[in-house]
């Protein structure tokens, strides 16, 4: 069987899909100096999105308009977490956070970074600074930590769709902690912020399953994306296709811009033996019992 699995051939092991590979990895990586070295000094936008997390107070993070520029649009939790950010001029927080997302797309990629940035939604995320890689990072290490998941559900929210993957197979310690550590934070949050929270049911989260902002986005609505992104789940962890996670995640974004699609990054960090979830403990099979020493036979008298 081991010598069958080493002569099958990989999916890029012809020079044709070889050529092909190497070829969009080029193609990507001249879109990504593209962006930053000729559309950057002209539109001067980079850190669209990072400047949401720069920009609000937390006393009234959620006066801006859902939508409009620098508006925040996380949990309270988050809104907490980011507001460090502001104790830095913007550009060096720009700085920064683009250091932050680089690192984690170099992580996720591993030996083939490279391909992480040559993949052009990726290229829109950091040139906008959003949270997309960190929720591929979370992602990739919530086999394994299942903790990692309370900063999917408490941003972005919907992608936490992925959670059925344990459902399904019926990883029931996996779940408790991933929706567990979440609760905690979430009621530590409420005790400390809990007009905040009304503030961002009624401003934020109604409003963008409501409405999506007037932005260039792919026009489909959450409510077809999120049914579809659980059967798809669904049907991956019944096939054991951890793929399936990453992919419904990004399908269940609440609004589903390119650089959404960065998620997938989360693809070559998956397979990683060091993420791969932790064996079941098993009981220690008992050891068998020593039979008791034969008690001595009376050898007969000799006549």
């Known amino acids: 069987m081991s010598a069958a699995a080493a002569a099958t051939p990989t999916p890029f092991a012809s020079p044709r899909p070889r050529a092909l590979r190497d070829?969009?990895?080029?193609?990507?990586?001249?879109?990504?100096?593209?962006?930053?070295?000729?559309?950057?000094?002209?539109?001067?936008?980079?850190?669209?999105?990072?400047?949401?997390?720069?920009?609000?107070?937390?006393?009234?993070?959620y006066k801006l308009v859902h939508g409009t520029m620098g508006s925040f649009v996380y949990s309270p939790v988050a809104a907490r977490l980011f507001q460090l950010d502001s104790l830095i001029p913007f550009w060096q927080f720009v700085w920064l956070w683009s250091a932050v997302l680089v690192a984690t797309a170099i992580w996720l990629g591993?030996?083939?970074w490279l391909w992480v940035f040559a993949f052009p939604p990726v290229a829109f995320e950091l040139y906008h600074?959003?949270?997309?890689?960190?929720?591929?990072?979370?992602?990739?290490?919530?086999?394994?930590?299942?903790?990692?998941?309370?900063f999917v559900l408490l941003t972005k929210v919907t992608p936490g769709v992925g959670l059925i993957w344990f459902l399904v197979r019926r990883e029931w310690r996996s779940l408790a902690i991933a929706l567990g550590v979440t609760a905690v934070l979430v009621a530590i949050s409420l005790a400390i912020d809990f007009p905040l929270w009304?503030?961002?049911?009624?401003?934020?989260?109604?409003?963008?399953?409501?409405?999506?902002?007037?932005?260039?986005?792919?026009?489909?609505?959450?409510?077809?994306?999120?049914?579809?992104?659980?059967?798809?789940?669904?049907?991956?962890?019944l096939t054991n296709?951890?793929?399936?996670?990453?992919?419904?995640?990004?399908?269940?974004?609440?609004?589903?811009?390119?650089?959404?699609?960065?998620?997938l990054a989360a693809l070559l960090a998956i397979g990683r033996p060091e993420l791969q979830e932790r064996p079941a403990r098993t009981k220690p099979e008992p050891k068998p019992a020593t039979p008791a020493a034969a008690a001595p036979i009376d050898e007969p008298a000799n006549p």
């Open 23 to 61: 070829g969009a990895v080029v193609a990507g990586l001249l879109f990504f100096v593209y962006l930053f070295v000729i559309v950057a000094p002209q539109s001067a936008t980079v850190g669209f999105d990072a400047l949401s997390y720069w920009v609000y107070s937390i006393a009234d993070p």
């Open 110 to 112: 591993g030996r083939r």
């Open 129 to 150: 600074g959003n949270v997309h890689l960190l929720i591929a990072a979370a992602i990739a290490l919530g086999f394994r930590y299942p903790a990692a998941w309370s």
């Open 198 to 237: 009304q503030q961002w049911i009624d401003k934020e989260l109604l409003v963008s399953l409501r409405q999506p902002p007037d932005q260039p986005q792919i026009a489909i609505p959450l409510l077809l994306r999120l049914p579809a992104a659980a059967l798809l789940v669904g049907w991956g962890a």
């Open 241 to 263: 296709r951890k793929w399936t996670v990453p992919v419904a995640a990004a399908i269940a974004m609440p609004v589903l811009w390119v650089s959404a699609f960065s998620v």
